[in-house]
């Protein structure tokens, strides 16, 4: 899946322009329920303003009034030294980016930046939550899952979709995740039955092993 799919659409995110003041751009991040926005100059991505960076500036270096600062232009606490991505990044590229930044959420433009926007259209934004999301919705937590070990997945996999499809079982997600222990894997399945415990069952009496099972909230 492509970000584009996920994210905030430029039509319907209130960035913040840099000639708000930070009491302007403050009460547009408050609205916009985030912790930090972009910044544009008309539809250019120019930056991004943190909620947290203000308020460590203000409490660590400023030493003027309060009303004082809250007349500053966003333009002077503004980090321009931002990773955008294009609209066909994949969401796991985005997940990876959350994992090794600090960053809130990643700014969508029309041309993907290394560091130092300035030319770019801003076309959304994609946002952790977003992304969590897409994950929860392959791991779900209402459905029927399970997890089974196994050595062999070329030899395993297809033998274990047409046991469970014997059953009476349809998989809605499939996941491999390797163990990194003796060649282990881990086959995440979330399956939809009539009687999943019967499926559960069948599978263990072929000799596979199965763990983690979950019933979904209706069992």
Known sequence: MRVKAIMMPFSKLACISVENTVEEAMKIIDEQGLLSLPVVDGQQFVGVLSKQFLFEEFFRNYTGTREEFAQRKVMEF??????????????????????????????????????????????????????????????????????????????????????IAKEGGDICNMMVIPTDVMDLAEIFLRVEAPDFERVVRALERHGYDVRDVKYNDQK
């Open 78 to 163: 503004m980090k321009t030294r931002i990773e955008t991505i294009g609209e066909n990044t994949r969401i796991e590229e985005a997940a990876a980016m959350f994992i090794t930044s600090k960053v809130r959420f990643i700014p969508i433009t029309n041309e993907q930046s290394l560091h130092l926007p300035g030319s770019c259209s801003t076309l959304g934004i994609v946002t952790q939550q977003a992304v969590f999301k897409e994950y929860q919705k392959i791991f779900g937590n209402k459905h029927n899952s399970m997890a089974i070990y196994t050595y062999d997945i070329r030899g395993v996999l297809g033998k274990i979709c047409e046991l």
